[in-house]
């Protein structure tokens, strides 16, 4: 029995895996019929103290990330995505634990897509961000590569 999917949430940023998971959402939630949130994160320890001290260095960034926001809209909509929503949250923690305690909760998805770099090296053996929504995620998460 195959689950019938209602909303799907896809964490973007302008990364190329993160794309990809964007054109993976698109394709199922096209396939399913069913509504994307298409969401990104101003993660608060990306700056430096004098960035966050800036109001209009922040006031920048925000405004960057939501007209990226709305690029990604136009793209999905553009595509046949027959309801797409855009959500902006800006926190201190890592995006993974934002989205599994904060986005999940509050959107209250049935999928979740994200996109996930191959490490390589040494740099394999740590922890990584789609690995902790992976362990963590209350809904199915599809990793894309």
Do not use: W
């Amino acid at each position: 029995m195959t689950k019938k999917y209602r909303k799907i949430l896809v964490a973007v940023d302008n990364s190329d895996d993160a794309q990809l998971a964007f054109e993976y959402a698109i394709y199922r939630s096209k396939l399913a019929d069913c509504a994307l949130t298409i969401a990104t994160i101003m993660e608060d320890n990306d700056f430096n103290s004098f960035e966050v001290l800036s109001k209009d260095y922040m006031e920048d960034k925000r405004h960057a990330l939501e007209a990226d926001l709305l690029k990604f809209k136009k793209v999905a909509e553009e595509s046949g995505v027959r309801q797409v929503d855009t959500f902006l949250t800006e926190d201190d923690q890592e995006a993974g634990e934002t989205i599994v305690k904060k986005l999940i909760p509050d959107l209250k998805p049935d999928l979740l897509v994200i996109g996930s770099r191959s490490k390589k090296g040494v740099g394999k053996y740590f922890g990584s961000q789609a690995s902790y929504m992976v362990r963590h995620a209350p809904i199915s998460v599809v990793v894309v590569r």
